[in-house]
């Protein structure tokens, strides 16, 4: 099993942060050269993901297309939120989103992303050479496109309303 932590400042309130961790279009934001589109296999595929709610992306990875399932399985707003696959490649997935306060106006990000490969040791072998790099950096991609639109005045743009939900 592959455990990654990621932290993340980001000069915005807390709520946004959270909210903007949420969206379906910051999330492709994030991952634009993958191809990564959400379709409508089941679940939502624009806005913010709710608790309960499920999302099936499509994005090519290694030269493959792939569909992975998540679904929001825990919620504590504005402080923590987490999916897990529900269906997808992996042997499994989560991935728990942890946002604090340091002031009204700075947010701590913190993910904590688990993962394990199938195929037992071929896929052990597969997350120690190449799949904890490659998601650490898809990781690392998609929170600077979380704290580059929350610091900029364009984040109304992917929350309803312009406000936090």
């Given at each position: 099993?592959?455990k990654l932590e990621e932290l993340t400042?980001?000069?915005?309130?807390?709520?946004?942060?959270?909210?903007?961790?949420?969206?379906?279009?910051?999330?492709?934001?994030?991952?634009?050269?993958?191809?990564?589109?959400?379709?409508?296999?089941?679940?939502?595929?624009?806005?913010?993901?709710?608790?309960?709610?499920r999302v099936t992306w499509r994005a090519?990875?290694?030269?493959?297309?792939?569909?992975?399932?998540?679904?929001?399985?825990?919620?504590?707003?504005?402080?923590?939120?987490?999916?897990?696959?529900?269906?997808?490649?992996?042997?499994?997935?989560?991935?728990?989103?942890?946002?604090?306060?340091?002031?009204?106006?700075?947010?701590?990000?913190?993910?904590?992303?688990?993962?394990?490969?199938?195929?037992?040791?071929?896929?052990?072998?597969?997350?120690?050479?190449?799949?904890?790099?490659?998601?650490?950096?898809?990781?690392?991609?998609?929170?600077?496109?979380?704290?580059?639109?929350?610091?900029?005045?364009a984040w109304g743009n992917y929350l309803?309303?312009?406000?936090?939900?």
């Open positions: 099993m592959v400042l980001i000069r915005a309130p807390i709520e946004r942060c959270f909210d903007l961790a949420r969206s379906v279009e910051v999330h492709l934001a994030g991952n634009v050269h993958w191809g990564e589109a959400a379709v409508a296999e089941a679940g939502v595929t624009a806005g913010l993901i709710g608790m309960g709610q090519k990875h290694f030269g493959v297309w792939q569909r992975l399932t998540s679904e929001m399985t825990a919620m504590n707003r504005p402080t923590y939120f987490e999916d897990t696959m529900v269906r997808g490649p992996f042997q499994s997935m989560k991935h728990g989103h942890f946002f604090r306060s340091l002031s009204p106006e700075e947010t701590e990000m913190r993910d904590v992303f688990c993962l394990a490969a199938p195929l037992g040791i071929l896929g052990r072998l597969a997350e120690l050479v190449v799949l904890r790099r490659y998601m650490q950096a898809l990781l690392r991609e998609r929170n600077a496109a979380i704290q580059q639109i929350a610091e900029s005045p309803p309303s312009g406000e936090e939900q």
